[in-house]
């Protein structure tokens, strides 16, 4: 799965259907245009949130109505889990751990070698779509 940025606030529709997990003004670091690949997708009070790379070598959970998406390809190591609230994610295995991300921000060992599997699937992995011309 791979997404381009279109914008790096929430509208208000959007921030609504965030909830608790938004912070009015909350900012991320995100480009306008950027591509990203996508290393999961959660579903937290129902509003889809992705995990991308947007700072070299650490994840950043963000809203994904602030991107389109590009390449809606699920990859095929995601797996599907259920927490004790009810929230839905599509993560690869490792990233399913309570705290992965803080983990893989912390540099273990284990974590940081979770990530690198991951991206090198991801970025390994073909597109399927045509080279755009200049």
Known sequence: MKVRCVKILPT???ARR???????GQEFPLTAGAEYPVFGLRFWAGAPWIDIEAVPGYLVI???GL???IDGRVPENWVAAVDDQGDV???PEAFH???????LFEGKEDAVR???NARE???DRPTGREPQPE
Do not use: W
Not at 18 to 24: A, E, I
């Open 62 to 64: 963000v809203p994904l």
């Open 121 to 123: 699937q991801m970025l």
């Open 18 to 24: 965030l909830g608790r997990h938004y912070t009015p």
């Open 114 to 116: 979770a990530f690198q």
């Open 89 to 91: 994610s599509l993560l």
């Open 12 to 14: 208000l529709p959007i």
């Open 97 to 103: 751990d309570k705290f992965f991300i803080d983990d």
């Open 67 to 69: 991107f389109e998406v």
